[in-house]
């Protein structure tokens, strides 16, 4: 599918509003006009996103969505600060987004909002014509994995979802050795959300971080939204930050794709122990006896098309230092990563180029003689982007990929695929572990479809 | 359920043999007699034992059992440097350890055969009132694991599994830290037998260690036997390594126990690729184009009844460094293993501990710190043992439990159920995953049964 196809078959849409990848000035020697930005959904996630937009010449932020006043304000300040103008907000009740996506001087969108809202701001994007940039998350169903994809196809308006890890500089490193031929032909994989989120979870319902332990309408932040789901779900929550890295490695919905998965459940104890501990907290604090239902550990096994097999872990509730554990397997290579992308935080094998001594290496030296080409281009401007660097490349991707007309590396079919894992590993563990199929949202393209990330050096 | 039992039922069997804990002369002020030792297997494993045994002055070698003459041979070899007499051999076929065990003169057997064999060994030797060192493996079908238990029950005639992984050092320091309570409530553990088996699984039939593409009846030592599991099976081959160290942690059959697990198997490609690789291998050798059935990477998740989740890994084929790759993971406190076993091998973090700075710290300081008596105690004497001392304290354990009549502290009911993750892991994967139940080997004796492994500093 060429981006060709879809700007034909959308430019009778009207030549007024740009709802297409500004296809019709990337054909010419330079940029004619900037990319017009709305935010749904401007917490500190979307900040960050604007953060990155307002470092840029090529964008125009026109319009913020959100009912939190507070991160409108917040918001507004960010871009008092910078050269563009001050713009449109709509922040009087939940739907606001509405009034945002019926503007016709808006291209793209970013979504940056609590978890159940990303299916209604992502599929009423695309039918009223702007480009998405989804955050990330789990689906709350497997029907909204397949809302996205029948949304697409019949809008052909394009979805990127944003993971960010996947432009860690270690995991590009790595893709650039797997691309190489280093591993030999992949057979195991694995990667997962294992950080400590007990301080983001709960906080005073002031201060965003480790301030109390509040949650739902008395929290703060993520705190307001996110901690319910660990009341009510449990599976893996969370499941893009492993899966997203593997997926490019792995070639999954690009001549590979998962085929099913099974997940397994540890004891909930991590969350009502961090309330009964805290100052703030005790034995008599309301939520220090509630039942979160989310295990403290869920580990999700998947099986590929192509014979591999991945391995997710969410690990979100107890204390632990942050790492992702990504291990990437083959045939002549090994990577195990213990820490946040640090090039020195992991270790590596390869028989062949380690004269078969059967001995980890420090990833140092690897990580930094095969530094993918991206990064090397680009580790200036990430400098002081969100998440060491990651987040400008992510953003970065989104707007060049708009600009230059090319299709997004990471699309709807692997959003819908990776949204899948979560409403299908909750089934799983509710099922006491039973295997479940994961659809083939691409319809049996994945055979043809080519993996293009981190293919070009610019996006 | 205390020795002292064991003693009363069984003591009508006659005084003449020691065919039980030597508990008359235990009860004395010193030894008055040697535990006198059979050995069925004297491959590289049962040499092992053999080395063992030899050091010490409470044990008498009175037999060999082995149809392999030049095995049989070797260890002849080795007895007749030590200061023990010649011993009778039993090598004429496949069934001289009936001969074995049909003597009066022995105590105990030490059983490290092929792994089809073990049963046979170990359930005819408890028949035959011999106490039974089993060494490791995985069960051929979970009828066998019914069948040691009903063996014991009837005969009392007690048999320990010879994990030595338990007696790492790295492990029992973390079980010493576990048991302080550093780690808070546990909550998951990994572990698994990550180890490139490539050049034990093929040899050229003289030589046992990287030195051909040869196997079965034109293999040497393991290749002889072990790679045909690889041919035809697909599972958990190998789970005590793993399973062994989480147990003593998890008080698996000792106030918990495994409930249910899940496997899943990625494609076989590691062992196809050596044979064509190898020098003396090549597309064209006959061995080049069989179609091994075991998976390359095999995890299993098992949920505990305690609400715990482990996750074993079998990952044999492929070329990589040694990692069993243990992970213990409590409300208060994380470890991973990245190595053998050497104390900076590791990662470790306590958050209370450490102030709260989610920072991996290297284990060093810690297993240093918090050594388990244990080995504390008996270093030196373990220093020119095998596996890096932890042969020393499985075989002394064994003696020790019999000369000082009590119970092993790994028994019965952990073997079978060890050994029954290897037939339950294939059925899951047969099953595309399906989740099996993993009997309570115990019959409900689980929640009273406490757990004295490593409880005291001499074995």
Redesign the interface.
């Known amino acids: 599918m060429k981006r060709r196809n879809f700007i034909k078959s959308t430019s009778v849409l009207g030549a007024g509003a740009l709802i297409l990848p500004n296809s019709i000035f990337a054909k010419t020697a330079g940029l004619q006009r900037k990319v017009r930005l709305g935010f749904i959904g401007v917490g500190f996630r979307g900040q960050n996103h604007l953060n990155e937009m307002l470092k840029r010449n090529d964008v125009e932020i026109i319009a913020f969505a959100d009912p939190d006043k507070r991160m409108i304000a917040s918001a507004i300040e960010m871009l008092s600060k910078s050269s563009q103008k001050e713009c449109q907000t709509y922040s009087a009740d939940d739907y606001g987004y509405r009034k945002l996506l019926a503007r016709d001087d808006i291209d793209a969108v970013f979504v940056s909002s609590p978890w159940s809202w990303h299916y209604r701001h992502g599929t009423e994007a695309m039918r009223s014509g702007k480009i998405v940039a989804m955050e990330v998350c789990g689906a709350m169903s497997l029907e909204e994995c397949h809302g996205y994809v029948k949304t697409y196809e019949e809008t052909k308006v394009p979805i990127m979802v944003m993971e960010n890890v996947c432009y860690r500089r270690d995991v590009m490193a790595v893709l650039n050795m797997v691309k190489k031929g280093f591993f ?2 992949l ?2 994989g694995q990667g997962g959300y294992e950080h ?1 989120l007990r301080g983001v979870l709960f906080n005073d319902g002031e201060t965003a971080y480790n301030s109390g332990v509040e949650f739902g309408e008395k929290g703060f932040s993520e705190a307001k939204w996110r901690t319910e789901h660990y009341l009510k779900r449990n599976g893996e929550l969370y499941p893009t930050h492993g899966i997203g890295p593997l997926a490019n490695m792995f070639d999954l919905n690009r001549g590979n794709r998962m085929l ?1 998965l ?1 997940s ?4 909930a ?2 969350l009502s ?1 961090y309330i009964r501990e805290h100052e703030k907290g005790g034995e008599q604090h309301p939520n220090a006896n509630l039942s979160f239902n989310q ?3 869920v ?1 999700t ?3 590929c098309a ?4 991945l ?1 997710l872990t969410h ?1 979100t509730s ?6 992702l554990g990504f291990r990437v ?6 990577w ?1 990563d ?2 946040w992308g640090n090039n020195e935080q992991g ?1 590596i ?1 390869f ?1 062949k180029k380690m004269d078969h001594d ?3 290496k420090n990833t140092k030296e690897w990580l930094e003689k095969y530094d993918h080409p991206l990064w090397k281009r680009n580790a200036r401007a990430a400098e002081k982007s969100g998440h060491g660097g990651m987040d400008y490349f992510v953003d970065n991707a989104f707007i060049e990929c708009i600009k230059n007309d090319v299709e997004f590396p990471l699309d709807v079919y692997d959003l819908a695929s990776w949204y899948a894992i979560t409403p299908l590993s909750e089934l799983s563990i509710r099922e ?4 479940q199929n994961i659809p083939d949202f691409t319809n049996g393209k994945w055979r043809q479809r080519s993996n293009s990330f981190g293919s070009s050096n610019k996006y």
Chains 1, 2 share one sequence.
Do not use: C
Not at 306 to 309: D, P
Not at 318 to 323: E, T
Not at 329 to 334: D, F, K, R, S
């Open positions: 030999g032909e057979v195991h400590d099913y099974q397994m459940s540890s004891k104890v991590g122990k295990g403290d550990v580990t096994q998947i099986k192509n014979g591999e097999t391995m690990d107890l204390q632990r230092p942050y790492n397997q083959g045939t002549e290579g090994i195990q213990f820490g270790l094998y028989e059967h001995r980890w006491g572990g039973a295997p």
